[in-house]
């Protein structure tokens, strides 16, 4: 390995790394939002809300997300939905992380004791008052973990929007290789930056866990 | 009914799917009465305890609570349930202490008391923070006001569960076994502050273990088994002069700590004596 290709080659896959985080960011938050909503609805008792948070589920989860992407970016514009690549990648991104981060939800609120709720419906407190004040905040501790590790992925599978266009770090990567044929620094390079930032998120978990942990 | 009649319960039952827990249940609670409700394991004692604020949705039976009525059944049978905002205003007037606290584990002692006045009542945290902290210390909490559940005692987390209901200023009070998850010697401190309680005129259903406690706070006695109300009276004769011999099997089996005598006889023979 050349250092002095290692060294020419950050500043150019550099350049991509707010484009990663962007995607990341916008998928993030939308997938969250969104993951939410689904799973607020599998803990519904109304059969509809039920089964259409089930069939997301099970399309988004069940489709690769290459090909959720290349929907977004080549299919929606033959409807007349024309996204840019950074859009349709957002899209394609938000709905595959939401069906995931439903589930990490979705067991994070299940996983409260009961008796909580019983305590607050005791209490004449309104389910979403009790949700709001009473069972998420006590499942988060519980989805830590697991909400990081979806988001590690993620930040990870923005890579796949090199193949709807859109100059992230994978990208610029790649356009080093055509130009000068140096593949192993490059790569090298590239890797290291989303290990970098994979680390952040996990030492992001463990101060998050310290926050949320019981006082005993 | 009277107007003194805070609850009341008639042809209550409860199935889960096929087990069917409470068998047509009839009783009343006025008001400022201490009602002690004991029984074997698994009689059904605290399934009917949960029915009263609705906890546990009945599967037949008519439940009425300070005048509102929280399940009935319909001409066809079907049962028809009050709605949530109505069963919401019973539960505001009704406490219920539980067997496991669950206190909130995320707030300190005064959060836990304050969290459903403000919510609930609207109250301003200045307000529901003075009382809280007037409740804390008649349960004698005060200085732990500041502590999360899990830095306090079996004994501690009750009473603050107990300063939580009485935060909502309850025309009845529900307690589920409270003494039965901290060890014996904090169970004294659990019993005086609910005999204390019960001195002030609150009207309690109690569903207990601790027979000391029956004797000598309840005006009434309901001994529970099978799912059926087998005896009821005031809490001397009960205890002291049981008239069936479940009662008396049971309390022997209690007291004496010598196994229970189980009866041949089939339960509905017997529920029809009564």
Known sequence: MEWDVVLESFPLIWKGASKTLSLFAWSLVAGTVLGLAVALMKLSSAKTLIWSATLFSWLFRGIPLLILLFYAFFALPEVGWLLSGFWAAVLGLSLWTAAYQAEVIRSGIIAVDQGQTEASDALGMTRSHSMRRIIIPQSIRIMVPPFTSNATTLLKQTSLATLVTVPEMTLLTQRIFSNNFKFIEPIFVLAMIYLAMTTVLIIGQLIVERTFRLRT | MSPNVLVNVSGLHKSFGDAEVLRGMDFEVERGEVVAIIGPSGSGKTTMLRCVNLLERPSAGRIEVDGRILC????????????????????????????????????????????????????????????????????????????????????????????????????????????????????????????????????????THEMGFAAEVADRVLFIDHGLIVEEGPAQEVLGKPKHERTRSFLRAVLERAPMVEEEADDDAQASTL
């Open chain 2, 72 to 207: 009935e059944e319909q001409a066809d049978g079907s049962m028809s349930f009050a709605s949530k905002t109505e069963i919401r205003a019973v539960r505001e007037h009704v406490g219920m202490v539980f067997q496991r606290f669950n206190l909130f584990p995320h707030f300190t002692a005064v959060e836990n008391v304050i969290e459903a006045p403000m919510a609930v009542r609207g109250m301003k945290r200045a307000d529901a923070q003075a009382r809280a902290l007037e409740l804390l210390e008649s349960v004698g909490l005060a200085h732990k006001a500041d502590s999360y559940p899990l830095q306090l005692s079996g004994g501690q987390q009750q009473r603050v569960a107990i300063a939580r209901a009485l935060a909502m200023d309850p025309a009845l009070m529900l307690f589920d076994e409270v003494t039965s998850s901290v060890d014996p010697e904090l169970a004294g401190e659990i019993l005086l502050v609910m005999k204390r309680l019960a001195q002030d005129g609150m009207t309690m259903l109690v569903v």
